[in-house]
Each structure stands twice: as C-alpha cells, then as structure tokens.
Nanobody
Framework: QVQLVESGGGLVQAGGSLTLSCAVS????????MGWFRQAPGKEREFVAY????????YYADSVKGRFTVSRDDAKNTVYLQMNSLKPEDTAVYYC????????????????????WGQGTQVTVSS
C-alpha cells in the first residue's frame, strides 16, 4: 500500500530553520506531484507548498513565500520542505501529500487533489 512518512519536525526558536522530509513508498513517486499542508490547533488544514512531477513547477502559500522551499529527490522517493526564518505563526502539524496527478496549474492548494497523506510531524516555533 502507499505510505508517506514525514520526519524532521521539532521545536525551534523564531528565526530558526528546519527541514522536513517525506519518504514515499508503494507508488511510482516520480510520476506524481507532491504537496505540503499544515494544520494549527483549532484551524483548518491549509496549503503550504506544491511541487510538480519533475520539479517543473513550484507554488507556495503567500504566508511562506520567500521563506520556505520545496524540493524533491526522485531517486530517494522523498520530498523536502526547507523552512527558514520561522515565525511562531508557523507552528502546526505539517503533512505531506501525494497528488492524484503529476502537474497542476490550478487547484494544487485543494486537499481534494491529493489521495495519500502522511501522519504529520509537529513543528513548534517559540518566540
């Protein structure tokens, strides 16, 4: 079966950095776009970043643009989220997700475009 396993979360001070990883198994990783979402307590899950098949397109939420970078290593079946200049409002559980398709020019921010999800990893940014 398809499995997504996130790692790399933790506690960091404001202004610090973290890199999240998401290892995928059970499907041909390189054929699918990938996304990162997050969910803070009491809030809905929100889009963070997207990377298409082959890394041809990358999109970010306005709140993280310029601070976060999404990348993928198809040889390792892994997608990454490099997070710099972290803020307390970045505190959330971060989820990676495997998309239904390989390339989107729209709709990539919708959870409905993703059919497999990881279990999430906690990121806490202290002020």
């Amino acid at each position: 079966q398809v499995q997504l396993v996130e790692s790399g979360g933790g506690l960091v001070q404001a202004g610090g950095s973290l890199t999240l990883s998401c290892a995928v198994s059970g499907r041909t990783f390189s054929n699918y776009a990938m996304g990162w979402f997050r969910q803070a307590p009491g809030k809905e899950r929100e889009f963070v970043a997207y990377i298409s098949w082959g890394g041809l397109a990358r999109y970010y939420a306005d709140s993280v643009k310029g601070r976060f970078t999404v990348s993928r290593d198809d040889a390792k079946n892994t997608v990454y989220l490099q997070m710099n200049s972290l803020k307390p409002e970045d505190t959330a559980v971060y989820y990676c997700a495997s998309a239904i398709g390989r390339y989107y020019t729209s709709g990539y921010a919708s959870t409905h475009q993703y059919d497999y999800w990881g279990q999430g990893t906690q990121v806490t940014v202290s002020s």
